[in-house]
């Protein structure tokens, strides 16, 4: 099955990518879930359109993207969040969180998409989180959950 990536999709691809996966996983998974549309031959001014949407929002050079690295990895980011008196929290810090408070700390915007979290956050203390700036760069970014 021809599929048109309508968003990124860990493994598979980037949106406007063209891919060509198994008939199930694209009826039952893909196209529910809007991460896909069904290829046709009229969709290739569709990928043309989300390829320059894509390239617009994106970093586009290696050396602009480890700049932005370098100010990224400076300092530890702190991200306030309701906590017990264990300092276990209610709920979980979400990539979302990581993105508002990395904006708020100064640094350039950066997609909510693109922060990746490798265990859930769920209790107080320092964690380390990727955010993949380039499809070559990786930030490794100290993330500090306080109590807010």
Same mark, same amino acid.
Request: no cysteine; net charge positive.
């Given at each position: 099955?021809?599929?048109?990536?309508? @968003?990124?999709?860990?493994?598979? $691809?980037?949106?406007?990518?063209?891919?060509? %996966?198994?008939?199930?996983? =694209?009826?039952?998974?893909?196209?529910?879930?809007?991460?896909?549309? &069904?290829?046709?031959? #009229? #969709?290739?001014? @569709?990928?043309?359109?989300?390829?320059?949407? *894509?390239?617009?929002?994106?970093?586009?050079?290696?050396?602009?993207? @480890?700049? %932005?690295?370098?100010?990224?990895?400076?300092?530890?980011? @702190?991200?306030?969040?309701?906590?017990?008196?264990? $300092?276990?929290?209610?709920?979980?810090?979400?990539?979302?969180? %990581?993105?508002?408070?990395?904006?708020?700390? #100064?640094?350039?915007?950066? +997609?909510?998409?693109?922060?990746?979290? $490798?265990? &859930?956050?769920?209790?107080? =203390?320092?964690?380390?989180?990727?955010? *993949?700036?380039?499809?070559?760069?990786?930030?490794?970014? +100290?993330?500090?959950?306080?109590? $807010?």
């Amino acid at each position: 099955m021809k599929l048109i990536l309508t @968003q990124e999709v860990t493994g598979l $691809g980037e949106p406007g990518d063209v891919v060509d %996966v198994k008939d199930g996983y =694209g009826r039952n998974f893909l196209l529910p879930r809007r991460l896909a549309t &069904p290829w046709t031959k #009229g #969709g290739e001014a @569709q990928v043309t359109a989300i390829q320059r949407a *894509r390239k617009a929002r994106e970093i586009a050079s290696i050396e602009e993207a @480890q700049t %932005v690295r370098a100010r990224l990895q400076e300092r530890p980011v @702190q991200v306030q969040a309701k906590a017990g008196a264990s $300092g276990r929290l209610f709920g979980a810090v979400t990539p979302a969180d %990581v993105a508002q408070a990395l904006e708020a700390a #100064g640094a350039p915007s950066v +997609d909510r998409r693109k922060v990746v979290i $490798g265990q &859930p956050i769920k209790s107080l =203390g320092s964690y380390s989180v990727a955010v *993949r700036l380039h499809p070559e760069v990786t930030a490794s970014v +100290d993330v500090e959950v306080v109590s $807010g």
